[in-house]
């Protein structure tokens, strides 16, 4: 999530600061581990190694996004010394504030309905309602990334700015929503059964709980410094590089989140530690 590109690249660029090679190592790190991961992830859904291509659908456009922040990265790093890529990174800047957050409210919408609303995911379980919400997703985050390239200047900055914060912060409530009402779900006790299957129930639930706790806890890495940090700049007119890097960090530090855990529940986790 490119925060600081006007300010980078209105400036000379014969000379890196510490704030220009730290955002460098930031999307370095994100380039050498989600490029694999993701790229893996995809292949792994395609071939059918996981639960397959209907079940895994919104986990596979979340990877393609994520390959599209990669290479949002390249051209941020590239954009230091060459001008020209300026407009295709502004251009790919939409994957971050609108793709990411879109695709993983869908992932959190679908594990609600499954969990809370059984009889109603099962009816809309076939792959065209997830190729239908897909294809709306793509949409708004084309127009997302129109937005960003002809409308992310000095002068749009702060309306772009809000109108970020308050998308991820609508995207973030509902997804917000959608795991505390999972948690409450998995944490109430099922119907009562024999010693040996209530056992294995329970585990299955705390397994699962676990794993809602953990990506809900990635939520609020990768949100909340964003919001923040874009009213805190609408607030106090500060868009230096320094306000947004800690936002900048999050949102790339927890992004490893749910790829390892699509991993971890495929049993694959092992095959990307030893490539």
């Not at 299955?204 to 809602?212: L, Q, S, T, W």
């Not at 990635?218 to 909340?224: G, L, P």
């Not at 960090?249 to 992004?255: H, K, P, Q, S, V």
């Not at 989140?257 to 095959?271: A, E, I």
Request: hydrophobic share 45%; net charge positive; proline share 3%.
């Amino acid at each position: 999530m490119n925060f600081t590109t006007i300010e980078a690249s209105n400036s000379t660029m014969h000379s890196l600061g510490l704030m220009d090679c730290l955002e460098i190592c930031m999307y370095s790190i994100n380039l050498l581990f989600c490029l694999p991961t993701h790229s893996y992830i995809i292949w792994l859904i395609i071939t059918g190694t996981g639960s397959g291509v209907a079940s895994e659908f919104f986990i596979l456009n979340l990877s393609v996004c994520e390959l599209g922040i990669c290479l949002n990265s390249v051209i941020f790093v590239s954009s230091m010394w060459f001008k020209t890529l300026s407009s295709f990174e502004l251009f790919l800047q939409g994957l971050s504030f609108t793709g990411r957050p879109m695709f993983q409210c869908l992932i959190c919408v679908e594990r609600y309905l499954a969990v809370v609303h059984p009889v109603t995911f099962l009816k809309y379980k076939p792959i065209r309602y997830r190729v239908i919400c897909c294809t709306v997703a793509w949409i708004i985050n084309l127009v997302s990334c129109l937005c960003c390239m002809f409308n992310l200047t000095s002068q749009n900055r702060y309306i772009h700015t809000w109108l970020s914060s308050m998308q991820i912060l609508l995207v973030f409530s509902i997804q917000l929503f959608c795991v505390v009402a999972v948690l409450r779900a998995l944490k109430q006790s099922g119907p009562g059964e024999r010693g040996r299957e209530k056992k294995e129930e329970n585990h299955m639930k705390r397994r699962a709980f676990n794993i809602i706790l953990i990506t809900t806890v990635s939520m609020v890495i990768i949100y909340v410094p964003h919001i923040i940090t874009g009213f805190s700049e609408i607030r106090t007119s500060d868009s230096t590089p320094t306000h947004w890097f800690t936002a900048l960090t999050c949102f790339i530090m927890a992004g490893f989140v749910q790829p390892v855990l699509f991993l971890h529940r495929t049993g694959k986790r092992s095959c990307l530690c030893s490539s």
